[in-house]
């Protein structure tokens, strides 16, 4: 069976400083990994997807995320956070042949001027 | 390109009225799936169609929900009766199917049930 877990359901970091959100996923099989954002009012879309191919996975907004096989991670990070980045941020992950994603329960993100 | 349409963006109605959403998937998307999100209970997958057939509906809370999907490009959400523990926002998202595909999500609608 596969899920994720969302470490820290609430994450505050200064405007400027490094943002990191964590995701450690259960699979049995290769997984395929994803990063959403939701912001208010709105529906969650794609940051980034991991699909096997190369382990350091860059998205958007300068958001990028590692596959970390060893360590069933999949954190995400971004080297200087701004205040339009405050926002709900989710991990899924699925796997080849089924549709289902699993999401983690997601994680805040508030940005301190 | 068009994302995937959600109507109506707000509903407020009353107890025990019956509540219908709509859903236009991404045009090519062969996967659909509705989707509830809570405070309390964070997002959950309610069921998912594949070339519009129900492929899972495990996550239906009660026989008072039930989705349709007629054709490739609309479904339904219906609930009926309404209750106010129904109060959610519910997303509708769209894939190309396999498990390495994004799922791409609507704006939702906000229905509160007085």
């Known amino acids: 069976a596969q899920s994720v877990t969302q470490l820290g359901s609430h994450v505050s970091v200064s405007e400027g400083a490094l943002v990191l959100l964590r995701c450690n996923y259960s699979?049995?099989?290769?997984?395929?990994l994803f990063w959403y954002v939701q912001y208010p009012n709105q529906g969650l879309q794609l940051l980034l997807k991991?699909?096997?191919?190369?382990?350091l996975v860059k998205g958007i907004n300068g958001f990028e995320a590692e596959f970390k096989k060893s360590e069933t991670s999949f954190h995400l990070t971004k080297p200087s956070a701004h205040m339009s980045d405050a926002a709900e941020y989710f991990c899924a992950v699925s796997e080849l042949g089924v549709n289902q994603f699993y999401f983690g329960t997601g994680t805040s993100l508030t940005v301190i001027p | 390109d068009a994302g995937v349409i959600q109507s109506p963006r707000h509903e407020v109605t009353e107890m025990g009225q019956e509540v219908t959403l709509r859903c236009k998937p991404i045009s090519g998307h062969n996967s659909l799936f509705w989707y509830r999100q809570t405070m309390m209970r964070g997002l959950e997958l309610l069921i998912y169609?594949?070339?519009?057939?129900?492929?899972?509906d495990s996550g239906m809370p009660e026989d008072r929900f039930s989705a349709k999907m007629p054709n490739a490009s609309f479904s339904t959400l219906k609930i009926q009766p309404s209750e106010p523990r129904d109060s959610a926002v519910y997303f509708c998202a769209s894939s190309l199917g396999a498990g390495n595909q994004p799922q791409h999500f609507g704006d939702g609608t906000r229905l509160s049930i007085l």
């Open positions: 699979s049995s099989v290769p997984p395929y």
């Open positions: 169609f594949n070339n519009n057939v129900p492929i899972d």
């Open positions: 991991y699909t096997s191919a190369a382990t």
